[in-house]
């Protein structure tokens, strides 16, 4: 079997590259993602929580039916990420292993609220499929609206945190590519906006949403996590790395097609690590958060469609630039 589950975590192997995942039932949270003979990935908190008393600080946190709390009757960032999933089926193949992961709201007491609450006016059924291979990671949540309606004004987020290699804090070795031309907004200095250049960098606390030009549905970005080595004196070089990683995400509606991809690029910096609990003061040093979402005028799910919403993200790891 491709599947391991210990203390409530399960642990997808794929055994043609070694490559590996392993995620956490509370949440269906992906804490780890190792590419054959690679490093991590992903970063963990060394203070979050794994127990199921909170969302796990770290790895890739699912956000719907809402980012933030659009909606105050509701918790922030929704109900999937802090109740426990159930193991679906698996399967072991050439090109990747997967294992499928499921939600259902009448299984989900936590978090709710609104037209979410428990036994309330919206019902579906979410799956999380999570594949391992070779240099790439694939995650794929798919909704199903039990309703007998059509559910309105939802947002779906993967809230991924990438290990950095070095510091945060040097653009040589961490920093976004990919952005250019998608619209800023700065969640902390509001007249901060504008629109994407080359290249994010973490010079202070970052709290951005990117959303896309028209033209430009599919997310298709680059994370750089590590510097070249030897690391170079002087500024970065766009497209220049020791370590980085490709994400590319889309999302589609049954019956109305795809639906535009935004990303938010976040690191609390100093000031916030401080005031988080479950978050070492000094750890933001250590990761990125890059977070492909359908944020903005998704259209409403319909009811009685399997995989209504259908959201995928592929996270492939890369070598030193120039490497072949």
Known sequence: MPTSIHDAVVKISHALSGSTASVNLTGATVTSFIPGGGREVLFVSSLAKTDGSKAIRGGIPLAFPQFGRPDQTMPQHGFLRVNRWTVGAQNDGDGASSCEFTLDTSDAPKARGGDWSVGGKHACVVTLTVSVGGDTLTTVLSVTNRSDHPIPNTQALFHTYYSVAGDSLDPRGCRVEGLGGYIVRDQIVPENGGTGGDAVIVDKEVDRIYSPPTETP???????????????????????????????????VSGAGKVPVACVVWNPHVKKSKGMADFGDEEY??????????????????????????????????????SP
Do not use: K
């Open 285 to 322: 040093h250590n990761m990125l958060c890059v977070e492909p979402g359908v944020l903005n005028n998704v259209p409403d799910i319909p009811p009685g469609v399997e995989g209504g919403l259908v959201f995928t993200q592929i996270i492939t790891a890369l070598g030193p630039s120039g």
């Open 218 to 252: 599919d997310l298709d970005l680059t994370v750089v996590t590590g510097p070249e080595e030897p690391c170079a004196d002087g500024p970065f070089e766009v497209g220049r790395w020791g370590s980085a990683v490709r994400v590319r995400a889309s999302a589609e």
